[in-house]
């Protein structure tokens, strides 16, 4: 059974914005008391943390993304959101949700490329 559930990557080109969202299922109960983060693996290179979201809200982010990412939540959805701005072709990778009670998503693949 999928717990978390990615959406949003796709194609954009440089300077675009995508908006990723992860879907928790509601059999892995309510987000709201957890940590969630997004993270990120490119070719060839080792996942990395991208940013993550207290249950108080508190964010935190990836020197690379700083001023360009922001993270949210809406724990009546169980959703978490990245609203990624001004995209560079080094954005490209796999983003991953992890829920900090152990579960991650599949990945969603972002491609920044003109």
């Known amino acids: 059974q999928v717990q978390l559930v990615e959406s949003g990557g796709g194609l954009v080109q440089p300077g675009g914005s995508l908006r990723l969202s992860c879907a928790a299922s509601r059999s892995i109960g309510s987000i709201s008391i957890y940590t969630m983060g997004w993270y990120r693996q490119a070719p060839g290179k080792q996942r990395e943390l991208v940013a993550t979201?207290?249950?108080?809200?508190?964010?935190n982010y990836a020197d690379s993304v700083k001023g360009r990412f922001t993270i949210s939540r809406d724990n009546a959805k169980n959703t978490v959101y990245l609203q990624m701005n001004s995209l560079k072709p080094e954005d490209t990778a796999v983003y991953y949700c992890?829920?900090?009670?152990?579960?991650w998503g599949k990945g969603t693949l972002v491609t920044v490329s003109s």
């Open positions: 979201i207290t249950s108080g809200g508190s964010t």
């Open positions: 992890h829920h900090y009670g152990g579960y």
